[in-house]
T-cell receptor, first 116, second 114 residues
Framework: AQTVTQSQPEMSVQEAETVTLSCTYDTSENNYYLFWYKQPPSRQMILVIRQEAYKQQNATENRFSVNFQKAAKSFSLKISDSQLGDTAMYFCAFYQWDNYGQNFVFGPGTRLSVLP | ETGVTQTPRHLVMGMTNKKSLKCEQHLGHNAMYWYKQSAKKPLELMFVYSLEERVENNSVPSRFSPECPNSSHLFLHLHTLQPEDSALYLC?????????????FGSGTRLTVV
């Protein structure tokens, strides 16, 4: 079974600085997607960034970028120029599907606090 | 506007009450999900509906009863709950066959069982 691990339960960063959240996963599959979701105090889970496993190029969305290391099964999220609004829980998620169904697995989350 | 709307936002109910949570999506998706989010625990998948048919039930107690009358609406009927059922219940939707887009979540219903 696939698993997703986030080894940092909590992190903090000063406003305008850069922070990296780690995520590792375990799978024997070759085709899958990886996601980072953000859950602010408003509670809604918001998709931050996605990565297709067959693409070697790391995904980037404005201040958010990933470091995808497929062989190491690592998928870290880098937030540049941190803003107060980035304070939230961040969940790494793995998505895989085949003829038998789909499997969407979330990590336990990392609570990020951006300090003024 | 998230595209996935959940009501109510907060719910307090006694252990003998019957209540329902509602989820509505306006994205044209064909799959919907209920998740339970408890403090200090990973997200737990409860139910999966694909094309209005229930395809997965992760050993959820029978005091939780889902209903999916059409592809846009999903309900979670609650009865004789326990205090440990207090949690944030999240609804999500997706378009099967398009994994690139992931899941779209609602803002959840914060349930407190007293």
């Amino acid at each position: 079974a696939q698993t997703v691990t986030q080894s940092q339960p909590e992190m903090s960063v000063q406003e305008a600085e850069t922070v990296t959240l780690s995520c590792t996963y375990d799978t024997s599959e070759n085709n899958y997607y990886l996601f980072w979701y953000k859950q602010p105090p408003s509670r809604q889970m918001i998709l931050v960034i996605r990565q297709e496993a067959y693409k070697q190029q790391n995904a980037t969305e404005n201040r958010f970028s990933v470091n995808f290391q497929k062989a190491a099964k690592s998928f870290s999220l880098k937030i540049s120029d941190s803003q107060l609004g980035d304070t939230a829980m961040y969940f790494c998620a793995f998505y895989q599907w085949d003829n038998y169904g789909q499997n969407f697995v979330f990590g336990p989350g990392t609570r990020l606090s951006v300090l003024p | 506007e998230t595209g996935v709307t959940q009501t109510p936002r907060h719910l307090v109910m006694g252990m003998t009450n019957k209540k329902s949570l509602k989820c509505e999506q306006h994205l044209g998706h064909n799959a919907m999900y209920w998740y339970k989010q408890s403090a200090k625990k990973p997200l737990e998948l409860m139910f999966v509906y694909s094309l209005e048919e229930r395809v997965e039930n992760n050993s959820v107690p029978s005091r939780f009863s889902p209903e999916c009358p059409n592809s846009s609406h999903l309900f979670l009927h609650l009865h004789t709950l326990q205090p440990e059922d207090s949690a944030l219940y999240l609804c999500a939707s997706s378009q099967e066959g398009r994994p690139y887009y992931g899941y779209t979540f609602g803002s959840g219903t914060r349930l407190t069982v007293v």
